[in-house]
RNA sequence: GUGGCUAUGGUGUAGCGGUAGCACACGAGCUUGUGGAGCUCUUUGUCUGGGUUCAACUCCCAGUAGUCACCCCA
């Protein structure tokens, strides 16, 4: 009887490759989100199942969702999303804290699903989070900040290009343009999410079933060009004017930051109902992995689940599974684990005790010393020294016990130096 | 959760209803205080469980895992 080697259903084994490509991504995040003054926070991975359900419904919280009983009869998920946990951490200090507050966390979240390349059932998370501004200041930032991660990664302004909704326009296009109940909205919405995965014909009908004699206007709208021409179709009432003008000033501030491959699109959506403004996506446009890249929006109801006023808040999550996609196919470097800066050869055991003195004294001054213990021939260890990719060597033999001096060889030029 | 496709040494791959081959990697040696090349040799495998058959890695069924689509989408 033999245990398998494999990690569980949809989960990563972290081999010291995959780690240092792991720390290579986070290292990208964090230096992104912390030059902007954002503070880092965790939790647990554990949730009482509530915290989802309040705003997911029963399907997904049994579905989608590791959820399970404990010992002492709690309904506990693996959390699969961070957003309701900040929500909660701030609606919790929301009298003794700083606004407005800005916000970092990698967790890992987890899932259950059917797991296929690139939707894992654990996977790890960049969530950025700003608490307390109504502007669209917040947005504008938000977003600069998807756009420095997503150069970071290695890709050109030209390579991608963030994509932006509002939710006030949809809503107001679905229930005053076209007086559609909550339910038809919502099948509306799920419609357009799919808009560009199924043939338009078949999306045509599926709207004209829905809205009737109103489909062929309703269409018009959505294949708009661009804005103007979305624009233009719709009455200027004041509501429709508010999100309308949110765009055009986010689009606009950006654009004064050097963002300028943003683009109004009037079908993204997003699954979430928790956002209630400005809604965005950073696509990359490379026709063989075009995926979203970030996504996220504002949510400025969300806080108020856990009593007391509103808190304004706009954030926006990244996945590790597509950053290291989108790092093997722009960025190129070579990503290597980290090694040890020597490997002390020893010839001999009786000379062990010399050896570790020196391997010790080395740590104390800071190297990274790995001794080998293997008691082969100095070639072989040497040999996988090199292997290993360690750069420096020492030998300590009879000889370097007799004088206490060693040589340090240079593995890279063959070249013996005194210490 | 539903459906399609796939599963061969550590890795990548051939092959056939009749004794499973190759490359690389690993290990040993040529070379017992100095590596990287070369040559020689060795070890290692048909995902799991059933069935059909004289005989199954091959055909059939189930399971598991991967992958793709659906569902869902942070």
Redesign the pocket.
């Known amino acids: 009887m033999k245990l398998p080697t ?1 990690p569980y ?2 989960v990563r084994d972290f081999y010291p490759a995959d780690m240092a490509m792991q720390k290579k991504i986070f290292n990208i995040w964090r230096n992104a989100v912390e030059k902007y003054g954002y503070e880092e926070y965790g939790a647990s991975v554990l949730e009482p199942a509530e915290l989802y359900r309040a705003k997911s419904g029963e399907e ?1 919280v049994n579905k ?1 969702t590791y959820t399970f009983i404990d010992r002492g009869d709690r309904e506990v998920t693996l959390r ?4 309701p946990t900040v929500a909660r951490m701030v609606a919790s200090k929301k009298k003794e804290l700083i606004f407005p507050v800005r916000w970092y966390s990698i967790p890992n ?1 987890f ?1 259950y ?7 894992l059932r654990e ?1 790890w ?1 960049l969530n950025v989070d700003i608490f307390g501004i109504e502007s669209i200041q917040a947005e504008v930032e938000i977003i600069q900040i998807a756009c420095d991660i997503t150069r970071a990664y290695g890709l050109k302004d030209s390579d991608f290009e963030v994509r932006l909704n509002n939710r006030k326009v949809m809503n107001y296009v679905a229930k005053e343009v076209f007086s559609l109940t909550e339910e038809q909205a919502q099948k509306v919405s ?1 419609l357009i ?2 808009k560009d ?1 199924i043939p338009a014909d078949i999306f045509a009908d599926g709207i004209k079933e829905i809205l009737g004699d109103n489909a062929p206007k309703f269409l018009t709208l959505l294949n708009s060009k661009n804005f103007e021409e979305f624009a233009k179709q719709l009455p200027q009432t004041k509501e429709e004017h508010e999100g309308l003008k949110e765009i055009k000033e986010v689009i606009s501030a950006l654009e004064k930051l050097g963002i300028t491959n943003t683009r109004f699109d009037q079908t993204l959506m ?3 109902d928790y956002y209630t403004g400005i809604v965005f996506e950073v696509f990359d446009k490379n026709p063989n992995n075009r995926r979203s890249v970030f ?1 996220g929006g504002r949510y400025d109801d969300l806080l108020s689940l856990f009593g007391g006023e509103k808190v304004p808040a706009v954030g926006f ?1 990244a ?1 590790d599974v597509i950053a290291r996609d989108l790092i093997e196919t722009y960025d190129k470097v070579l990503v290597e684990a980290a090694t040890a800066d020597f490997c002390i050869c020893i ?1 001999g055991n009786e000379n062990t005790p010399f050896a570790l003195e020196v391997a010790q004294s080395l740590r104390d001054k800071g190297q990274k010393v790995a001794v080998d213990f293997s008691g ?5 260890q ?3 020294a ?2 290993r990719k360690i750069p420096k ?1 020492i ?1 300590i ?4 016990v007799k004088t206490g001096k060693y ?1 340090i ?6 070249e ?1 130096s005194d210490m």
Request: overall charge positive; hydrophobic content about 20%; glycine content about 16%.
């Open positions: 494999d259903k949809g997904i989608q699969p999303e961070m957003t979240l899932r699903e059917q797991p296929q390349r690139g939707r996977h998370q799920k999410d799919k995965k997003r699954g979430f996504g999550g996945g010839l082969r021939k100095v070639g072989d040497i040999k996988s090199d292997k060597v030998c033999g009879d000889d370097e040589k060889k240079d593995l890279a030029t063959g013996e």
